[in-house]
T-cell receptor
Framework: KQEVTQIPAALSVPEGENLVLNCSFT??????LQWFRQDPGKGLTSLLL?????REQTSGRLNASLDKSSGRSTLYIAASQPGDSATYLC???????????FGTGTRLQVTL | DTGVSQNPRHKITKRGQNVTFRCDPI?????LYWYRQTLGQGPEFLTY????????KSRLLSDRFSAERPKGSFSTLEIQRTEQGDSAMYLC??????????????FGPGTRLTVL
């Protein structure tokens, strides 16, 4: 059974800092790994998707990496802004159902 | 492309009542998923459909829960005899399976259920 863990659970940084969010998964037989953003009381917004054959994906100030062999992914956010404050979830796609297994998220607060 | 929509957005009900949620996927998406998210946790898989066929159900989906996708378009999730433990955000996602297991899931805004 796939298990996904995210560290840290919460993070507070001043505006402008670069930061890294960590995600680990127990079953390396994943098809892809996605990072999502969730604002309070809202649904999920997909940020980046890394296929199992890829090592990283970039979108603007976001860069996600994937190391299947070690069961790890990181999300790097450059030059953080207060608008980046949200919960960030990673999810691994496994199994024939293509079901996503989510971590519990990292709650990020970027302060002025 | 209007995205995935869910109705209602919020539902407050008394314990023991039945509730039904609706999900309208992105048009032409052939896969539809239901997830449940409790406070402070990540979403957990409940069930999914490929077209109108329900292909997998999580053990989280007790016999009080039933999901349908009658014409392969919208889906409904019904909870009978609600319990306080059913209080959660119910998320729907859809995708278009082009090649095996590389589909991207797009999520709706969710339905927040509160059982009093």
């Amino acid at each position: 059974k796939q298990e996904v863990t995210q560290i840290p659970a919460a993070l507070s940084v001043p505006e402008g800092e670069n930061l890294v969010l960590n995600c680990s998964f127990t079953d390396s037989a994943i098809y892809n790994l996605q990072w999502f953003r969730q604002d309070p009381g809202k649904g999920l917004t997909s940020l980046l998707l890394i296929q199992s054959s890829q090592r990283e994906q970039t979108s603007g100030r976001l860069n996600a990496s994937l190391d299947k062999s070690s069961g790890r992914s990181t999300l790097y956010i450059a030059a953080s802004q207060p608008g980046d404050s949200a919960t960030y979830l990673c999810a691994a796609l496994t199994g024939t159902a293509s079901k996503l297994t989510f971590g519990t998220g990292t709650r990020l607060q970027v302060t002025l | 492309d209007t995205g995935v929509s869910q109705n209602p957005r919020h539902k407050i009900t008394k314990r023991g009542q039945n509730v039904t949620f609706r999900c309208d996927p992105i048009s032409e998406h052939n896969r539809l998923y239901w997830y449940r998210q409790t406070l402070g946790q990540g979403p957990e898989f409940l069930t999914y459909f490929q077209n109108e066929a329900q292909l997998e159900k999580s053990r989280l989906l007790s016999d009080r829960f039933s999901a349908e996708r009658p014409k392969g378009s919208f889906s409904t999730l019904e909870i009978q005899r609600t319990e306080q433990g059913d209080s959660a955000m119910y998320l729907c996602a859809s995708s278009f399976l082009q090649r095996a297991l590389t589909d991207t899931q797009y999520f709706g805004p969710g339905t927040r259920l509160t059982v009093l």
